[in-house]
Nanobody, 121 residues
Framework: QVQLVETGGGLVQAGGSLRLSCAAS????????MGWFRQAPGKEREFVAR????????YYADSVKGRFTVSRDNAKNTVYLQMNNLKPEDTAVYYC??????????????WGQGTQVTVSS
């Protein structure tokens, strides 16, 4: 089992930045690919970014490419999502997940509880 806890959400003005953290405990964190998803009100949860353990590769949704950066610190069992130039449409609950590392929810086995990000215009 892997337990995931997200922190770092909050309210920010458009153009601002936030950094989300996802702390993992339980089974060896470094074995897993880590992903970030988000769910806006009235919408389905969508893929944002992921970081793979094996080759360190990252992948981003087109909507956040160039603005968001995912990184991980295996020694601290933590993955980060740095979000810059935030837009009102980035408003959502953000979730981290651990698993095989695809862009679909079904490729992840463990999920955090989510953290709210609100971007005001």
């Amino acid at each position: 089992q892997v337990q995931l806890v997200e922190t770092g959400g909050g309210l920010v003005q458009a153009g601002g930045s936030l950094r989300l953290s996802c702390a993992a405990s339980g089974r060896t964190f470094s074995w897993y690919a880590m992903g970030w998803f988000r769910q806006a009100p009235g919408k389905e949860r969508e893929f944002v970014a992921r970081s793979r353990w094996g080759d360190g590769s990252t992948y981003y949704a087109d909507s956040v490419k160039g603005r968001f950066t995912v990184s991980r610190d295996n020694a601290k069992n933590t993955v980060y999502l740095q979000m810059n130039n935030l837009k009102p449409e980035d408003t959502a609950v953000y979730y981290c997940a651990a698993g095989r590392g695809g862009t679909l929810e079904g490729t992840y086995d463990y999920w955090g509880q989510g953290t709210q990000v609100t971007v005001s215009s």
